[in-house]
């Protein structure tokens, strides 16, 4: 059975910075391209960004170009989220996906095949 489980959420001040992970098991880590999306109250679930599964391309949303950087580490089955420079609209539940690495990589959350439970971040002014 697949487990995709993310922690390092939390309440953090405007311009702060949090570390998001999320730790995969029950599959081929590498068999897969890992995103992260989230959603606020009352908001679509939305696209964040994503890794190859080779670590070696990324996608990001516009909104958080230059302020987040996603990464994988293949042996340790995880992905991480370094968030800087937040902002009150970053506050969301964030959650991982794992989507099959023989797509391309999407911001589509609909060629995702596996989720976490999500973790919320909040951002206060």
């Known amino acids: 059975q697949v487990h995709l489980v993310e922690s390092g959420g939390g309440l953090v001040q405007a311009g702060g910075s949090l570390r998001l992970s999320c730790t995969a098991s029950g599959l081929t880590f590498t068999n897969y391209n890992m995103g992260w999306f989230r959603q606020a109250p009352g908001k679509e679930r939305e696209f964040v960004t994503t890794?190859?599964?080779?670590?070696?391309?990324?996608q990001y949303a516009d909104s958080v170009k230059g302020r987040f950087t996603i990464s994988r580490d293949n042996a340790k089955n995880t992905v991480s989220l370094q968030m800087s420079s937040l902002k009150p609209e970053d506050t969301a539940v964030y959650y991982c996906?794992?989507?099959?690495?023989?797509?391309?990589?999407?911001?589509?959350?609909?060629?995702?095949?596996?989720w976490g439970q999500g973790t919320q971040v909040t951002v206060s002014s």
């Open positions: 890794i190859a599964w080779s670590g070696g391309s990324t």
């Open positions: 996906a794992a989507g099959d690495r023989r797509l391309f990589l999407s911001s589509d959350y609909n060629r995702y095949d596996y």
